[in-house]
């Protein structure tokens, strides 16, 4: 258990959203990618996520779904339902890791891949991070430039990873 927690200080997940995919991958080698489609059942008055299309879970219970929510599917900005998107992004954490309080990821990257022309806004930003933070993430930190490789990734080469 403790070699399992001081491997989680040191993995730093990457995580790359856009409206039709979200892909995470940790520097250690771990991978997780779905289409990021949640749906929406109503459970008396309130309504639940139920079903995340990402091959782990049946779709067959249709019936149950009132409605299909995309998070990151928005005309101005990439998040359009930040409840959702981080429902989402704990999911796949729980899926790739496994779903072990102690394997929580130090270091959470967000990576938004469009909707960025001109730059992120500080409320775009802070957005972001405030959803890997309540993702999960002990700390996270919001990349707009070009894709990163995030293979052997340290905290000490990241930086200069994230320059370019």
Not at 137 to 164: E, I
Request: proline share 4%; net charge positive.
């Amino acid at each position: 258990m403790i070699k399992a927690f001081l491997k989680a200080q040191r993995r730093i997940i990457y995580v790359q959203i856009s409206s039709t995919r979200i892909a995470m991958e940790s520097n250690d080698g771990l991978r997780w990618e779905a289409t990021p489609e949640v749906g929406i059942s109503r459970k008396g008055s309130d309504e639940v996520i139920s079903v995340i299309k990402d091959g782990s879970e049946a779709v067959a219970d249709q019936l149950s779904i009132s409605r299909w929510v995309n998070p990151f599917d928005h005309p101005r900005s990439i998040l359009a339902d930040f409840t959702v998107a981080e429902k989402l992004i704990c999911h796949g954490l729980r899926s790739m890791l496994g779903g072990f309080i102690t394997c929580t990821p130090a270091m959470g990257i967000i990576h938004p891949l469009e909707r960025i022309e001109g730059g992120l806004t500080t409320v775009e930003e802070r957005a972001l991070r405030e959803l890997g933070l309540g993702a999960g993430f002990r700390h996270c930190r919001v990349h707009a430039g070009s894709p990163v490789l995030v293979q052997g990734m340290t905290r000490k080469n990241m930086d200069n990873r994230l320059k370019g």
